[in-house]
């Protein structure tokens, strides 16, 4: 039974998906490959091996992929002061961790932004443990990423929530139950399809009626 919350980061708990697509953007321009912003806003969610060959193809990502995920990171860094976290992040932190669940944040992210991102949140007391792109080879939505979170925390089950299409196909490939908020611009219907159980449009929605959610409580 599910005893761990494994909470994405990006676009979940903090609003970063549209500075993403922007550093994306901006990557792909330096080879003179210009994709429509919305086209890679679809992929954000995404782990940064597949985001590329997704959105650019197989043939850009043999050439330039490694190059292409650098430059994101070159990208991305000026905008880190501007991320903020959204309205409700702490809270349900807190709520989680006072509910007794085992917390862990499954972040496909750099751990320079992990780590940003948790002092951002003010987070680190309130989480059971954290991961990076460094502790799985294959990304969202591949299952690797939300497996290894839950083994790193000794959880038995655990119960997702995401803002993507690909946080919930990654916790349906996982065996694990997903939870959706539609702070990454993802359609109701998408995210149910991906396997969402529950769809809520913000954290504070989902703090205010954690009882009619799979985060109800933990089951010990």
């Not at 750099?110 to 954290?130: I, M, S, T």
Request: net charge negative.
């Amino acid at each position: 039974m599910a005893d761990t919350a494994v909470l994405d980061v990006d676009g979940t708990l903090v609003d970063t998906n549209y500075h993403h697509a922007l550093a994306w953007f901006r990557a792909f321009r330096r080879w003179d490959v210009t994709l429509p912003v919305w086209r890679v806003h679809r992929a954000i969610g995404m782990g940064g091996d597949q985001l590329v060959p997704a959105v650019a193809g197989e043939e850009f990502e043999r050439e330039h992929g490694d190059e292409a995920r650098e430059a994101w990171t070159e990208e991305f860094d000026p905008l880190l002061p501007e991320v903020r976290p959204f309205d409700g992040a702490r809270d349900l932190l807190q709520e989680l961790r006072r509910r007794d669940w085992t917390v862990v944040l499954a972040s496909s992210g750099k751990p320079q932004h992990v780590e940003a991102f948790l002092d951002l949140l003010d987070a680190r007391e309130l989480c059971h443990g954290w991961t990076s792109s460094q502790d799985a080879e294959a990304t969202k939505p591949a299952p690797d990423l939300l497996q290894t979170a839950l083994a790193s925390v000794g959880g038995s089950a655990g119960v997702v929530l995401g803002d993507s299409r690909w946080d919930c196909e990654a916790a349906r490939n996982a065996g694990m139950t997903s939870v959706a908020v539609r702070t990454g611009g993802y359609a109701e219907e998408e995210l149910t399809g991906a396997g969402a159980v529950v769809v809520l449009d913000s954290l504070r929605e989902l703090v205010d009626g954690l009882d009619a959610t799979p985060f109800a409580r933990p089951s010990r």
